[in-house]
């Protein structure tokens, strides 16, 4: 049965393993048997991991995210937790979505499952 699936990006992306795990988990749902609906959220500290400026390569995001959108996952920064630390949209990479609080929390609030890294 296909289900709605939100991964939480919640830490910051150098020093750790949580956002290119993360995203390694969300493509493997994704292109699972049944092919969930993924949405990854970068909130919290997980926001400078959406920033265009990361080193994808060194993090080793870059073939998660390629697979990822084969599956039409998709990226999502929270607006607030960009304000609160102060990462413009503009500083945003091209293939990830800004949404407003309001609909980040819709989107885990609906979700089928939630996973947080």
Do not use: C
Not at 58 to 74: K, P
């Amino acid at each position: 049965m296909k289900r709605d699936v939100v991964v939480l990006l919640t830490r910051a992306p150098y020093g750790r393993v949580h956002i290119p795990e993360g995203l390694r988990a969300a493509r493997g749902i994704a292109a699972g048997f049944d092919m969930h609906d993924v949405t990854v959220i970068f909130t919290q500290d997980g926001v400078y991991g959406a920033r265009e400026a990361v080193d994808r390569e060194a993090l080793n995001m870059t073939g998660h995210v390629a697979d990822l959108e084969e599956q039409d996952g998709q990226m999502v920064a929270d607006e607030a937790a960009m304000a609160e630390r102060g990462v413009d949209e503009t500083e945003i990479a091209d293939d990830v979505m800004v949404w407003s609080d309001d609909r980040v929390t819709a989107r885990i609030r609906n979700a089928d499952k939630t996973l947080d890294f």
